[in-house]
């Protein structure tokens, strides 16, 4: 992998358009679209004929999608307890151990994340909040090129420690018709309410809208493929999401004391999500930057998706090298990546400087890998820059505040006066007039 030398020129490499709302059309995705649906379609007008379809025919247009996309024939989509119970029995008792412990680390860090209700009474009346989980929430668990039930946790998890009733998972059937064992098993450790075999858009819309057999729910979780992600943007206000998703990231910050072999190994850790995943590593040390890039080119023979791993590499890795850890964490804080992780001595010293990232991994022990899977805080975290202003995955993105008001006559009447001036000033004569019936005696 060539080495970048500069902030500047690492600028241009990384902080390159990252749009989630802007889709580079390649050939290979306008033939899919084409043979999908007999015509030239983007994206977005191939999920809304999608998304129209299911909502006006329900289950039949979710099976007829489901075996055109997915090239599966499904009588329905809905698995059955006895499935689920059955995958669980089948799923070997060290994975299903595994599945155990980082169900329930992710369960106790959620647990300190809960929101509370509130009342402030002042003698006169109160103000408070009250905290309302929500009623039924879709979680979307992908498939794609491997099976993620380390994503149904990470996503089912704090919805339940939020206190939501009904938990529904839509997740992509394979070729057999069935869902992955360890998915299945994991939605029984976790106490799911439902289990779909859906995918893509169509399983969005079918939790956006409902259909004969699947409920509709108040909010959609969970990151997917681009079609998944144009639906939940599309659904959007006729249901809540949680946010938008790209290709994953990882952004290593790395100073002379780091293992080379084990950023390389982080590395190549990232990269193995998918052809678009990107990795970057930016260093302080020329030395660091070359033994890493000689460790990629050494470790990845050794991996079963080195294929993807070295897609990935060519088109968004990137080693950039310089001067200071302060130009090292000002582009790192510019990138906002997913996961920033800092190998640096003295990591504590530099969490504090960190804007933008969806999780912070301090110190070379806290690899993102382990993260993915046991240490606690949900992998679901804003890709693609948006972790400029927003957050991973947690127990509010589950409950509603709803704020709570009460005066007393004595309030009403003291405050009346301040009210209905601002009401008059702003033309909303009626607004003044419902203020200052409660400042008379007669009304």
Partial sequence: ???????????????RNRSL???????????RLQKTFGEALTPEQGVTRIIADVRTRGDAALLDW?????RVDLQTVAVSQDEIDAAYAETPIAVRESLELAASRVRAFHEKQKPKSWLDWNGQGALGQKIIPLARVGVYVPGGTAPLPSSLLMSSIPAQVAGVREIIVATPPMKTGHIQI???AAAKIV??????????????????????TVARVDKIVGAGGLFTTLAKRQVFG????????????????????????????????????????????????????????????????????????????????????????????????????????????????WVGKVENAGGVFVGEWTNEALGDYVIGPSHVM???????????????????????FSVSAAEARELGGTAATLAEAEGLTAHANAIKRRMTKDG
Avoid at 21 to 31: E, F, R, S
């Fill in 182 to 184: 360890a998915t299945l």
């Fill in 238 to 349: 006729a249901v809540g999401i949680d946010g938008l998703y790209g290709p994953t990231e990882t952004l290593l910050i790395a100073d002379d004391s780091a293992n080379p072999a084990w950023c390389a190994a982080d590395m190549l850790a990232q990269a193995e999500h998918d052809e678009l995943a990107t990795s970057i590593l930016i260093t302080t040390s020329q030395s660091l930057a070359n033994q890493v890039a000689e460790n990629l080119e050494s470790q990845i023979s050794n991996l079963s998706r080195r294929d993807i791993i070295a897609k990935s590499l060519a088109g968004q890795g990137a080693i950039i090298v310089v001067e200071n850890l302060d130009e090292a964490m000002e582009l790192g804080n510019a990138f906002a990546p997913e996961h920033m992780c800092l190998l640096v001595r003295d990591p504590w010293n």
């Fill in 1 to 15: 992998m060539p080495i970048i030398g500069g902030k500047t020129a690492g600028q241009e490499k990384i902080l």
């Fill in 382 to 404: 804003p890709t693609a820059g948006t972790a400029r202003f927003s957050s991973a995955l947690n127990v509010n993105d589950f409950v509603k505040i709803t704020s709570v």
């Fill in 191 to 212: 106490g799911v309410s439902r289990v779909y075999a859906m995918g893509g858009a169509q399983s969005i819309a079918a939790l956006a809208f409902g259909t004969e």
């Fill in 21 to 31: 709302i802007d889709i580079d059309i390649t050939p290979a995705l306008a033939d």
């Fill in 66 to 70: 489901t075996r055109k996309l997915d």
